[in-house]
């Protein structure tokens, strides 16, 4: 399993790369006897990797996600998993598809509060977390995990701020679906004056 993964990574970088053959060699690599069983996991999670990038090259954004979702779920350390999910996350709304996207920026959001100091990140990654969330939140109705996510942006805002009315406006109206009249007009209250 790990040779196929190191070839295809080969046949990746060929000028033209190979993409069929490399995909297929991926694909043998994750339903190898060793790997099937569970044995390698960062042999099976470095050919979903490769596998995700391969599919990003060829314009399948579903197959894509498809891949990166199946990464996350080897990721054994907090922070690769914060950075796992958050990926698949943006990956399944990139394929326009939000339901699949919400359990993934859950669980990302999730290891965002955690005590872990490994999961301890950087602002950029933060914000691509919470913004992911109130995306997939938002397009999927979840007013909840809309409000979580918008006010956790608007406390920090960062280099996003031509963004923060559409934030606003989204924090607002699902804090009136869900029935908080008090975080609704704070929301917009800034927008109005």
Do not use: C, M, N
């Not at 295809?8 to 033209?16: I, K, L």
């Not at 790369?17 to 999670?45: F, H, K, Q, S, Y």
């Not at 989204?170 to 209250?189: E, F, H, Y």
């Amino acid at each position: 399993a790990a040779l196929l993964v190191r070839r295809a990574d080969v046949r990746r970088r060929e000028r033209p790369p190979d993409l069929a053959a490399a995909l297929a060699d991926l694909r043998e690599a994750v339903e190898a006897p060793e790997v099937a069983a569970g044995a390698p996991t960062p042999t099976r999670r470095r050919a979903y990797l490769l596998q995700a990038e391969l599919f990003a090259q060829s314009g399948d954004p579903r197959a894509r996600a498809q891949a990166l979702a199946a990464a996350a779920k080897l990721t054994e350390s907090p922070a690769d998993r914060l950075e796992s999910e958050a990926g698949a996350a943006a990956a399944w709304l990139a394929a326009d598809d939000p339901a699949a996207a919400l359990p993934h920026s859950l669980r990302a959001y999730a290891l965002l509060a955690s005590p872990d100091p490994a999961t301890s990140l950087h602002a950029a990654l933060r914000r691509e977390v919470l913004t992911t969330l109130g995306a997939a939140a938002w397009r999927q109705r979840a007013w909840p995990d809309v409000i979580r996510a918008y006010h956790g942006l608007l406390e920090d805002p960062g280099p996003d701020a031509a963004q923060v009315a559409t934030v606003r406006y989204r924090l607002a109206v699902a804090a009136d679906r869900a029935g908080d009249a008090p975080i609704a007009l704070a929301a917009l209250r800034p927008l109005i004056d």
